[in-house]
């Protein structure tokens, strides 16, 4: 480990407190009060004559923040994972030996215990008047001296925890993050849906159109997939038995990065037996409502430059019709292969060849549609080709019962009444094959124990995978993914270059 000078300086201020016989890396260091709990403890504090209450005591511990020392005192503010609070050190108080080491072996980013009792400086802040004080972590590298030195984007993703130190913004986006998760959670169980969890391994590339990850199981001497979806497995569960279920749990998939796309993506995905899409949409709208009021977000949100509304009911568009009264494209043209390529070639889209029908749809609503839906809005009514798990219209088969949800020119979720017959998910998946073998790496693979199961009946069934990093992008106002993933997929430093300290 290669150390600057001034981490060198640290190390041997933490070599000579063990001579000192103090330990730098204590244990059985116990908090008793938040910095936050602190101050509402004693805000009477504030209010009284003298200021000040020796008769009372708390003890709190944080990183130190700041550290300002003067001839025989000394003013620093610990920091913990609720706020910050001052501390006033006086030699008198903790002794002249131990004032001593404190201000030639005590240092900002250290982490400290301190007891004593509140008074309030003549500045009017309430603060902690040190009569002990203890090290509890020895900090070996400095911290930025101002956040400016966390600037570089790649520095926050690859040293989360120094981002989260000296932001506190960033922690309070995972925090959200966590009281979502756990709403979602509480939602779905309160409604009577069963949380199961299926396997992350998988022997059939499955679930979703996507590359994905090969690994290698030794005992077995087989390849595996990591999970691009848990869907077969979940709709295999129906078959059983459980008529309503769902996963929060890790995708994975072998594709690009950007700012809506990570390798790896936490998604929840909940099926419900003897429903269909419009209950789930309803639900969906039902789900995102709770949302806000746990988070005491109003109903129009502010995401980037663009204000999303998101009052009840929204938006409903089929897919054809959010072509032409979206995206501008003639109505003429939708339905005419070689018209859509035309028109996309005159546009400037590069497309493969040999499309298909609905595939040359999708190319047309990702490229003109998709940006421009800015409110919530269901798209329903998918071309089936490209819905290789979703049930076929009964008015029309070459429409999928199925809906995607757009918020912010970004899809949130995806769901669809379910395919249940075995036969013809058998053809659809030998559609897929073909589309394999034609270069589509992210076409579906045969899964003939998904259509066995099938063929036990699964009783008519809606799905919804939802996506929980974009929905925190989108309820955080972040702009990208790495910012609400604590440890984003990274690319690796260039020659084993490490990052400045």
């Given at each position: 480990m290669e150390l600057n000078e001034y981490e060198l300086q640290r190390v041997q201020k933490s070599k000579e407190l063990k001579e000192l016989g103090i330990n730098p890396y204590p244990h059985n260091i116990k908090k008793e009060l938040s910095t936050v709990e602190f101050l509402e403890k004693f805000d009477y504090v504030k209010e009284s004559e003298s200021k000040r209450d020796e008769e009372k005591s708390g003890c709190v511990a944080g990183r130190i923040k700041f550290l300002r020392l003067m001839g025989k005192a000394a003013f620093l503010k610990i920091e913990d994972d609720e706020g910050v609070l001052q501390v006033y050190i006086a030699r008198d108080a903790l002794g002249e030996e131990w004032f001593k080491n404190i201000k030639k072996y005590i240092e900002v980013g250290d982490i400290i215990k301190v007891c004593g009792f509140p008074f309030v400086t003549k500045t009017g802040e309430l603060t902690l008047h040190a009569k002990e004080l203890q090290l509890a972590s020895k900090a070996i590298t400095p911290l930025p001296e101002k956040f400016h030195g966390l600037s570089d984007k790649e520095l926050r993703y690859r040293q989360r925890y120094l981002d989260m130190i000296m932001n506190k913004e960033v922690a309070k986006v995972f925090?959200?993050?966590?009281?979502?998760?756990?709403?979602?959670?509480?939602?779905?169980?309160?409604?009577?849906?069963?949380?199961?969890?299926?396997?992350?391994?998988?022997?059939?590339?499955?679930g979703a159109n996507a590359k994905p990850f090969v690994t290698y199981h030794n005992a077995l001497g087989v390849e595996r997939y990591l999970r691009i979806a848990p869907e077969l497995y979940l709709k295999r569960l129906i078959v059983g038995g459980f008529e309503a279920v769902f996963e929060i749990n890790r995708n994975f998939r072998n594709e690009g990065m950007?700012?809506?796309?990570?390798?790896?993506?936490t998604m929840i995905e909940f099926y419900w037996a003897y429903h269909n899409y419009k209950d789930l949409m309803a639900l969906t709208e039902e789900l995102f409502l709770e949302l806000l009021k746990k988070l005491n977000l109003p109903t129009k949100l502010k995401y980037a430059d663009m204000e999303i509304d998101f009052s009840a009911p929204f938006a409903k568009i089929t897919y054809d019709d959010s072509l032409v009264d979206i995206g501008k494209i003639p109505r003429e043209i939708i339905n005419d292969k070689e018209k859509i390529v035309t028109f996309l070639k005159d546009n400037g889209v590069k497309i493969k060849e040999g499309l298909d029908l609905g595939h040359l749809k999708a190319e047309l609503f990702d490229n003109f549609v998709e940006d421009k839906l800015i409110n919530p809005t269901f798209v329903m009514d998918f071309p089936i080709s490209i819905s290789p798990l979703s049930r076929r219209s009964d008015e029309d088969p070459n429409i999928a019962e199925r809906f995607e949800l757009f918020c912010a020119g970004k899809e949130i979720a995806n769901g669809f009444n379910e395919l249940n017959d075995p036969l013809d998910q058998y053809e659809r998946f030998k559609s897929q094959i073909d589309a394999?073998?034609?270069?589509?790496?992210?076409?579906?693979?045969?899964?003939?124990?998904?259509?066995?199961?099938?063929?036990?009946?699964?009783?008519?069934?809606?799905?919804?995978?939802?996506?929980?990093?974009?929905?925190?992008?989108?309820?955080?106002?972040?702009?990208?993914?790495?910012?609400?993933?604590?440890?984003?997929a990274m690319r690796p430093l260039e020659n084993n270059k490490k990052e400045d300290k």
């Open positions: 925090k959200t993050r966590s009281i979502i998760i756990s709403t979602i959670r509480a939602f779905f169980e309160r409604k009577g849906f069963l949380e199961v969890e299926t396997p992350m391994m998988h022997p059939i590339a499955g950007d700012l809506t796309h990570n390798p790896e993506f394999k073998n034609a270069g589509d790496d992210e076409a579906h693979e045969m899964d003939e124990d998904y259509v066995k199961a099938l063929c036990y009946a699964m009783p008519p069934t809606a799905g919804e995978g939802i996506g929980i990093d974009r929905l925190t992008m989108l309820l955080t106002n972040q702009q990208s993914i790495r910012d609400v993933i604590l440890f984003p």
